[in-house]
Every structure is written in structure tokens, then in C-alpha cells.
């Protein structure tokens, strides 16, 4: 990874236990000027190439999976970014799952199990194309969502959303603790100019 790609990132990424504020940390006109096309064409070409041999040393390794979150509005460009940003990866080694509205099956289970099924194997990279964060963001904003989950009444108290912030670190816990590597990334869409960006949470 160049260097220019790796002071980005450091700009962009929010360490574990560090609390942000998205309206005053983080500026959401950013644009991303830190280099000129020419340039990003050659940088991009060397981080693909970079990530192709990071990808056979994870699967040679056979001891750690890859699991790669993208959660962002409709028309935010998950879509187009994942196909872009892992157009240089061996497509045997990964699997995306797009979570849509959850299935009569998948509403018999608990939230988690959808997303448990879908992990990536040791070796393998696993992309969530959104994730059980909508959890906590449309099923909170939406109650009818909530209804359909069938769950217990004593259950849909003022403290479920706690619950279940509890609940989603405490299963991202678990993963790491596994050897699951989580990279969770959140995108913007700014109408205005037509920019993508994408921010690094972790």
C-alpha cells in the first residue's frame, strides 16, 4: 500500500473506543482531493495488485477470514464500489451477500442468524452488502419492521435498541475473538456534485 492510500486511510478511520460526532468530526462535503487522476490511476493499479497477493496469503493461510461491511442509503453506490474496489481479488475466494428484506424464513430466526450463515470461511473474504446494522437503523425508525420479527411482547421495551447495540458488539466480539477480520465501511452520496465517498468506521 502506497503511502499517500495509507495517510487517506488514517484520515478516514475511527479507532475502536474512540466516541465521534458525524456532524463536527467529519466533514460530509469532502471530496477527497489528495491526488491527481494520473496519479490515482497508478495508485489504484498498485493497491489491486497489492490486495491480489494479500488474498493468496490469506487462503494459503487457511487461519483467518475477511469480512467486509458496506452500509449506506439507497443509490449510495455499494453496488458499484464493491465491484470496483475488488476487481483485482480471485472471485473463488469471495462471497457477497446483499441482505433485502428478510425472508418468511429468516423472520422464524433471530436477527443475527442471516448474517451468521453468510460468514466467510477461514481463508475466504466475505462482503455484506448492508448488514445487520439495519437493525438499528431502519427497523428503529420503521415499528412495522419490529412487528414482523414475531418477537415476545415483554421483549419490545424502551430497552430492546440498547439490547441490541449490546448484542451486535458483542457478536462482532465474538468474530474477532475467532479470527473473523471485520472492516466496516459506511458510504456517502452527495446529489449535489456526484461524488461517492466512503468512509473506513474501523
Known amino acids: 500500500m502506497t503511502k499517500t492510500m495509507e495517510k487517506l486511510l488514517d484520515s478516514l478511520r475511527v479507532t475502536p473506543g474512540k466516541k465521534i ?19 490515482a490511476e497508478k495508485t489504484m493499479a498498485a493497491d489491486i495488485q497489492f490486495m491480489s497477493l494479500q488474498q493468496d496469503k490469506l487462503y494459503a493461510q487457511d487461519t483467518y477470514a475477511l469480512l467486509i461491511i458496506f452500509q449506506a442509503m439507497d443509490a449510495a453506490g455499494k453496488d458499484s464500489t464493491i465491484k470496483h474496489v475488488m476487481s483485482g481479488v480471485n472471485p473463488q475466494g ?14 422464524d430466526h433471530d436477527y443475527l442468524w442471516r448474517s451468521n450463515i453468510a460468514l466467510p470461511r477461514r481463508g475466504d473474504i466475505g ?19 419490529l ?14 435498541w440498547n439490547r441490541r447495540f449490546e448484542e451486535i458488539n458483542n457478536f462482532e466480539k465474538y468474530l474477532t475473538d475467532n479470527g473473523i477480520i471485520i472492516l466496516k465501511f459506511f458510504l456517502i452520496f452527495l446529489p449535489a456534485n456526484l461524488h461517492t465517498k466512503w468512509r473506513a468506521l474501523y
Open 94 to 107: 469471495v462471497q457477497v451477500t446483499s441482505f433485502k428484506a428478510p425472508s418468511a424464513e429468516e423472520l
Open 147 to 160: 412487528d414482523r420479527q414475531h418477537l415476545p411482547q415483554q421483549l419490545r421495551d424502551r430497552n430492546i
Open 127 to 145: 462482503i455484506f452488502n448492508r448488514s445487520y446494522y439495519e437493525e438499528i437503523l431502519v427497523v428503529r425508525v420503521h415499528p412495522k419492521y
Open 21 to 39: 460526532d458525524l456532524r463536527n468530526d467529519y466533514d460530509p462535503g469532502h471530496i477527497g482531493h489528495f491526488m491527481a487522476k494520473d496519479e
